[in-house]
């Protein structure tokens, strides 16, 4: 009899055990993952997507274009999105304010932006920080109100003894649309990331200022690096869908690696083409090449937990937020 009990039991156990692990709702899981439309930091979400990443650790994970950072947010808080990813600022804030996400894995460890000015207005200074006195009074683009590049230009005007409201911020969207904006003449500078700049510089209109790429800019956004852009979703997804978000990381984590293996640049070049965008430039092709092998080695799948809390002082330091955050429950216990 025992024997008998035991053998009916078995399978039952079998279930629940897998139930409370989460794996029995990963396999096939769509997880809804933000993209720039058009911008090539998107990366390393198209490849993780397009390249079979997802896939092959049984989800889902089809690119979203959304345009900013605070939308996205505004999404995954709405269930429009699982994933997004941003610049880590901008989840912290949203954290701070009662917007329950986390942080799931990397992106980008180091900071991604670029101040520009237009050529016409003839750029006189070109070292930090005096060269952030010619931007008072300008209007600067950015890709949202409350987005990361606005966080950016407030701490570089802050950081030069400067008020962090005495440019006019205009919202472009992604570098696909400021660009554009700024062959208008519509703003006069901008905070951005590529293409923004190749753009500029083929077209001849742009001058960089401050290139917080290469380090430039003032000693607290250097601290930001380790940690600059995250995925992130929100915790009771989390919660309820471990196997699914623990695929997602290993996903982007494998897409990462495979794409810095030199063997595959010409694949991982051919994603980019399908979803990049750099207008009617001229061999814009090459252009993409040169751009592809460019942003590679920017891309990290780990989250370095002292930038993280470097990020809870800044937000403090350029008065975005009143108190420090806890950032000791913010990054997920699988995160890499």
Not at 71 to 84: D, P, R
Not at 166 to 171: F, I, M
Request: hydrophobic content about 45%.
């Amino acid at each position: 009899m025992s024997f008998v009990v035991r053998n009916w039991l078995l399978p039952v156990v079998c279930l629940l055990l897998a139930l409370n692990a989460g794996d029995a709702f990963a396999a096939g899981q769509v997880l809804r993952s933000q993209v720039y439309p058009g911008s090539i930091v998107s990366l390393p979400s198209w490849v993780a997507d397009e390249g079979g990443f997802c896939k092959a650790e049984g989800i889902e994970c089809p690119a979203t274009p959304i345009a900013s950072g605070p939308l996205a947010l505004q999404a995954l808080a709405a269930g429009s999105l699982e994933v997004m990813f941003t610049s880590t600022d901008i989840i912290m804030q949203a954290a701070s304010r009662g917007n329950d996400i986390v942080l799931i894995v990397g992106h980008s460890p180091d900071n991604i932006y670029e101040l520009t000015m237009r050529k016409d207005l003839g750029l006189k200074e070109k070292t930090y920080p005096e060269v952030m006195k010619q931007f008072v009074g300008k209007t600067v683009g950015i890709s949202a109100r409350g987005s990361a590049v606005e966080n950016q230009m407030r701490a570089l005007l802050v950081g030069a003894g400067l008020d962090p409201d005495g440019v006019t911020y205009v919202a472009v969207g992604s570098p696909n649309t400021a660009f554009p904006a700024m062959l208008s003449k519509q703003i006069e500078a901008a905070v951005m990331w590529e293409p923004f700049r190749t753009l500029c510089e083929l077209k001849g209109i742009c001058d960089v200022a401050v290139d917080m790429k290469k380090g430039d800019g003032p000693e607290i956004l250097k601290s930001l690096n380790g940690g600059f852009e995250t995925f992130a979703a929100r915790r009771d997804f989390v919660t309820k869908n471990k196997a699914a978000i623990d695929a997602f990381i290993r996903a982007v984590t494998k897409a990462i690696a495979w794409m810095k293996m030199p063997e595959n640049l010409a694949k991982v070049t051919e994603i980019a083409k399908r979803n990049s965008s750099l207008g009617d430039i001229e061999n814009a092709d090459a252009v993409l090449d040169k751009m592809v092998k460019a942003q590679l080695p920017t891309y990290g799948s780990t989250i370095d937990r002292n930038a993280i809390k470097a990020f809870a002082k800044f937000l403090v330091g350029t008065k975005l937020t009143s108190t420090e955050f806890d950032t000791s429950k913010f990054i997920y216990e699988g995160a890499p």
